[in-house]
T-cell receptor, first 112, second 114 residues
């Protein structure tokens, strides 16, 4: 059974640009969550999607957005990048969004 | 109210010893408590999880102890091995509709020395 796949693994962007990250969940999982991991703040919840609907949103500015497609794949977008957006962005999938979250290896975003 | 406090930040244990990591929470609505293990360059991997209706859960060398009245839970790694060297995160998720997010502790970096 394939795990959670995140692409790309690494990204370098310039301040002010925008970026789109992709996540393919485990087959059969309909819930996809996104987390930001930094050394200072740790793992912080961004948002969660289930059947193309956002059910939960964390305390991040509107520059952070996401969506989910009918095949459960998800993308997150960050616009007007800031230096502080440099982080490991993790996607997790689960069947219902309640338990058993499986994480991908993440996308390492560096903003210069 | 949403915080999960984890300690210690780092831990050094001899091979064969017991590693103990503790977490405390305030939000009584939390009803799912997983532990994750993360190696450098990888995402967190689910180790073991517990619901508040049990006080202990064991899977192999890993045991979660849960104290509902004290709002504390801990991870015990028995017979610790060098391959267990990783960062461990506790987490919690509240019950109820609209609560599909995990709140994580800050992590514990475990080093198991031969």
């Amino acid at each position: 059974k394939a795990g959670v796949t995140q692409t790309p693994r690494y990204l370098i962007k310039t301040r002010g640009q925008q970026v789109t990250l992709s996540c393919s969940p485990i087959s059969g999982h309909r819930s996809v969550s996104w987390y930001q991991q930094t050394p200072g703040q740790g793992l912080q919840f961004l948002f969660e999607y289930f059947s193309e609907t956002q059910r939960n949103k964390g305390n991040f500015p509107g520059r952070f957005s996401g969506r989910q497609f009918s095949n459960s794949r998800s993308e997150m977008n960050v616009s007007t990048l800031e230096l502080g957006d440099s982080a490991l962005y993790l996607c997790a999938s689960s069947q219902t969004g309640n338990y058993g979250y499986t994480f991908g290896s993440g996308t390492r975003l560096t903003v210069v | 109210q949403q915080q999960v406090k984890q300690s210690p930040q780092s831990l050094i244990v001899q091979k064969g010893g017991i590693s103990i990591i503790n977490c405390a929470y305030e939000n009584t609505a939390f009803d799912y408590f997983p532990w994750y293990q993360q190696f450098p360059g990888k995402g967190p991997a689910l180790l073991i999880a517990i619901r508040p209706d049990v006080s202990e859960k064991k899977e192999g060398r890993f045991t979660i102890s849960f104290n509902k009245s004290a709002k504390q839970f801990s991870l015990h790694i028995m017979d610790s091995q060098p391959g267990d060297s990783a960062t461990y995160f506790c987490a919690a998720r509240p019950s109820g509709a609209g609560s599909y997010q995990l709140t994580f502790g800050k992590g514990t970096k475990l080093s198991v020395i031969p």
